[in-house]
């Protein structure tokens, strides 16, 4: 076998996979769905310029706009096998981007693309060179796009703990300021109209989102409880479920403020000492494997010396 065979038969099955997407994205065999059939009954007679369009900003330019459609249809396909949507659609509801879980699966399949040309590109590179053979270079391809796969997956779970982290780190302060504002006299919806104006941040994007829900219909009480519902904290939980009491039997709702703040006060100070003792611990093993036993050679090696001398 030639070491020219991996690269021609790359070339051949993409060649073959182009002119399989050319066939089957013609006009004539392209399947047409109820919103295509009904466009044109409900496009609007005046036009506008296409200068006054939105410019594509995506950086493949055309060749986007060429595999969209085969994209959004294999992401169609693969959604409907897999079983963990909603768990995935509260991870994006947690990481706060607005994404669907369709435009995750979109991103998870270009991640995964991604990985197979730079695996297939690397195999093919091992390959010519004669360190791998086909099949290891098949396997190094398809390795590389299941790690990009799951290249995404572990980005998503990243900003959801970064995210978390902020909210947890800006809601003492966004607590204390909702207990100044009702402690002044103002409502609780009053003190979350407040926090929109001068705050920023995860927390007061989410009590603003909490806002916007309350001028459309829903009640405050069931805005904060998909707050909690979303972000799915502990302390916002509990200083959810105190806000509800708290005006369901009409106790003080600034010092329920103010305790929940302390509370997540405390558990940041218990967090640190935790992360210290486990910093402390992992002090020890270049102390022990490394320090001391050097400290004992410097302290018995002039012993040592003198005993041989002596001997």
């Not at 769905?33 to 009904?38: E, H, N, P, V």
């Not at 939105?54 to 459609?69: H, K, M, Q, S």
């Not at 916002?236 to 509370?263: C, H, K, N, W, Y």
Request: glycine share 10%; no cysteine.
């Amino acid at each position: 076998m030639s070491a020219e065979w991996p690269a021609a038969f790359l070339a051949g099955a993409g060649l073959g996979i182009g002119l399989w997407l050319t066939v089957v994205r013609l006009p004539f065999l392209r399947p047409r769905t109820f919103a295509d059939r009904i466009a044109p009954q409900l496009r609007a007679g005046t036009h506008g310029s296409r200068l006054l369009k939105p410019a594509d900003v995506t950086p493949f330019g055309p060749l986007e706009r060429i595999f969209r459609p085969v994209l959004h249809d294999l992401v169609l396909k693969l959604n409907r096998l897999n079983p963990a949507a909603s768990a995935l659609h509260k991870r994006l509801e947690r990481s706060g981007r607005g994404l669907t879980v369709l435009e995750f699966r979109s991103e998870q399949l270009l991640y995964s693309g991604a990985g197979l040309v730079v695996g297939g590109a690397g195999a093919v590179w091992l390959a010519v060179n004669g360190r791998v053979s086909v099949p290891g270079a098949a396997v190094l391809t398809v390795a590389g796009g299941l790690l990009g796969y799951l290249l995404r997956d572990y980005l998503l779970t990243r900003s959801v703990t970064r995210r978390e982290a902020l909210m947890l780190a800006e809601f003492p302060s966004l607590a204390e300021m909702m207990a100044l504002a009702v402690g002044a006299g103002e409502s609780a919806g009053g003190a979350l109209e407040r926090i929109r104006r001068t705050a920023h941040g995860e927390l007061a994007g989410e009590f603003e989102r909490v806002l916007a829900e309350t001028r459309s219909g829903v009640p405050l009480l069931g805005a904060l409880a998909n707050l909690s519902k979303r972000t799915q904290l502990a302390p916002l939980s509990r200083f959810v479920d105190g806000i509800s009491v708290a005006i369901e039997r009409g106790t003080p709702l600034a010092d329920v403020m103010r305790a929940q703040a302390q509370d997540v006060r405390d558990l940041a100070k218990r967090e640190l000492m935790e992360e210290a003792g486990k910093k402390e611990i992992a002090m020890m093993v270049p102390l022990v494997f490394g320090v001391l036993p050097l400290t004992v050679l410097f302290a018995i090696f002039p012993g040592l010396a003198l005993l041989k001398l002596g001997l």
